[in-house]
């Protein structure tokens, strides 16, 4: 793992016009995903309960997944595809242009976990993943929200749970961002004890 470093930004490639590509900010973000919410709910042909219903199972199916690759998607063996997908956030954890995924494989992959969802929910892809999609802009905003801004009063758990994945001692830990839900699941919540990374 890269020594965390408080301040700068990583260079994923050499050409400046692909960097672009790598880098995003909260308002093209909503406007990506809040796009593509607005798409799925006008493409979804459910009544109200099963909107709320599969909006719902979106939501959990979001944590779920959120959990899932960071845990085995983004803490692979640590070389030039984890780094740029991954290693370059924990070696810049400031860096407010990296902490959200950017919209052009952010789209690829909302495609794909459509086609994914569509073999499991048919009709109700569409309701499903207005929750799902919901759950990631969630997610997304409170990842930059704690490394952006200093603990809110009363949620404050988020950044002593998120602060301790970037600790070099629990990087094998605490891979919810949105909730320790599935660390406590998976066992994989890291002690209350246990200095925080101050570097994030």
Known sequence: MSKVKKDGQGKLFRS???????KTNPVIHVITYGGAMVLFTWLARSNTEQRVLY??????????????????????K?????????????????????????PLPGILL???FTLIWFLLFREQTFAYMT???????????IHFIIHAWKPIPGIKFL???HHKHHNP????KAFGVSS?????????????????????
């Open 16 to 22: 400046n016009f692909l960097e672009l590509f790598t």
């Open 55 to 76: 909006f719902l199972l979106g939501v959990i199916g979001w944590t779920l997944t959120e959990y899932i690759m960071h845990r085995y998607l983004f803490h692979i």
């Open 78 to 102: 640590p070389g030039k595809f984890q780094y740029l997908i991954h290693g370059v956030h924990h070696e810049y954890p400031r860096d407010k242009e990296r902490l959200m995924m950017p």
């Open 110 to 112: 909302l495609g794909i």
């Open 131 to 141: 929750g799902f999609v919901g759950g990631y802009i969630g997610y997304t905003f």
């Open 159 to 161: 950044w002593t749970h």
């Open 169 to 172: 001692a629990y990087e094998d």
């Open 180 to 200: 320790p839900l599935w660390d406590i699941v998976f066992g994989t919540l890291p002690s209350k004890s246990g200095k925080q990374d101050e570097a994030v």
